[in-house]
C-alpha cells in the first residue's frame, strides 16, 4: 500500500492502564476499542475515533486477546486470555453477557457479522 491508498495518518494518544495488548475499529470508523493490561486485569476501552475521548470501558480478569465487533458494528466481543468471554452492545454501552471458559487458555476469537455466533481458540486443546 502507498500514501495515496492510505490517506493521511492520524495519530492518537490513548491514556490506558497499561500496554495495549488488542486493538479494533467499528465498521463505521466511529469508535477504536484498545484492550490494555496492568498484569492483574484487562481493561477493553471504547474511544470516539474522531475526538479521541473515553466513551466507555469494561474490565476483565487477565490479559486481553481479542477485541471484535460485530458487522453491523452493535456488539464487541472480548477475550481474556484467563478464558473470560464478554459481548458488550456498543450503543448502550452495557454488558449483553459474560461467560468464564473454566480453565481454558484462550488464545483468539471471532463473531460472525450478524453477531449471533462467536468462534474461541483454545490453546490446551
Given at each position: 500500500l502507498n500514501k495515496s491508498q492510505l490517506g493521511d495518518p492520524c495519530l492518537m494518544n490513548f491514556k490506558c492502564n497499561g500496554p495495549i495488548e488488542c486493538v479494533s475499529y467499528s465498521p463505521d470508523g466511529r469508535k477504536i476499542a484498545t484492550g490494555?493490561?496492568?498484569?492483574?486485569?484487562?481493561k477493553v476501552t471504547?474511544?470516539?475515533?474522531r475526538s479521541?475521548?473515553?466513551?466507555?470501558?469494561?474490565?476483565?480478569p487477565g490479559g486481553l486477546v481479542s477485541l471484535q465487533f460485530s458487522g453491523d458494528?452493535?456488539?464487541?466481543?472480548?477475550v481474556s486470555n484467563?478464558?473470560?468471554?464478554?459481548?458488550?452492545?456498543?450503543?448502550s454501552?452495557?454488558?449483553?453477557a459474560r461467560?468464564?471458559?473454566?480453565?481454558?487458555?484462550?488464545?483468539?476469537?471471532?463473531?460472525?457479522?450478524?453477531?449471533?455466533?462467536?468462534?474461541?481458540?483454545?490453546?490446551n486443546g
Open positions: 490494555s493490561g496492568d498484569g492483574f486485569g484487562g471504547i474511544w470516539d475515533a479521541g475521548q473515553e466513551a466507555s470501558n469494561f474490565i476483565l458494528g452493535k456488539l464487541i466481543l472480548a484467563e478464558g473470560t468471554v464478554m459481548l458488550a452492545d456498543m450503543i454501552f452495557k454488558e449483553r461467560e468464564i471458559i473454566g480453565d481454558t487458555l484462550v488464545s483468539g476469537a471471532a463473531i460472525s457479522i450478524d453477531g449471533k455466533k462467536m468462534i474461541l481458540v483454545a490453546g
